[in-house]
C-alpha cells in the first residue's frame, strides 16, 4: 500500500499560482508512476498531468500544457504540481495519485490522496 496525502489548495485570484504537494509513505514510492487528477462540480474525474517513476518523463493535458508543471522528489516521498496563472476553469478538487504505469485514465492507478480544494476567483 501507498498511502497519498495532498496539500496546498485554496483560494487565489486568477492569474496568480499555487503549488500542490503530494506526500507518500507505505511502499516504495519511487516505484510507482504518478498522476495529478482533478473533478470540477458536475464533471468527471480527467488527467492533468502525469510523471514516471524517474521523473525523465512528463506529460501534460491540453487546458493545462505551459501552465502547469509536475515533478517528483523521490528522495523526500513527495510529489509536486505547480500552477501558474491559473484559471476559473481550474477550479477543482486534485487529487494525487500513483500506478505501476504511466497511464490516461483513473482506473489505471492503484493509489489515491483524498483530495485537495483549488478555487480561482475572477
Known amino acids: 500500500q501507498v498511502q497519498l496525502v495532498e496539500s496546498g489548495g485554496g483560494l487565489v485570484q486568477a492569474g496568480n499560482s499555487l503549488r500542490l504537494s503530494c506526500a507518500a509513505s507505505g511502499r516504495t514510492f519511487s516505484s510507482f508512476a504518478m498522476a495529478w487528477f482533478r473533478q470540477a462540480p458536475g464533471k468527471e474525474r480527467e488527467i492533468v498531468a502525469r510523471v514516471t517513476w524517474n521523473g525523465r518523463m512528463t506529460v501534460y493535458a491540453d487546458s493545462v500544457k505551459g501552465r502547469f508543471t509536475i515533478s517528483r522528489d523521490n528522495a523526500k516521498n513527495t510529489g509536486y504540481l505547480q500552477m501558474n496563472s491559473l484559471r476559473p476553469e481550474d477550479t477543482a478538487v486534485y487529487y494525487c495519485?500513483?500506478?505501476?504505469?504511466?497511464?490516461?485514465?483513473?482506473?489505471?492507478?492503484?493509489?489515491w490522496g483524498q483530495g485537495t480544494q483549488v478555487i480561482v476567483s475572477s
Open positions: 495519485a500513483a500506478g505501476p504505469r504511466l497511464g490516461t485514465k483513473a482506473v489505471e492507478y492503484d493509489f
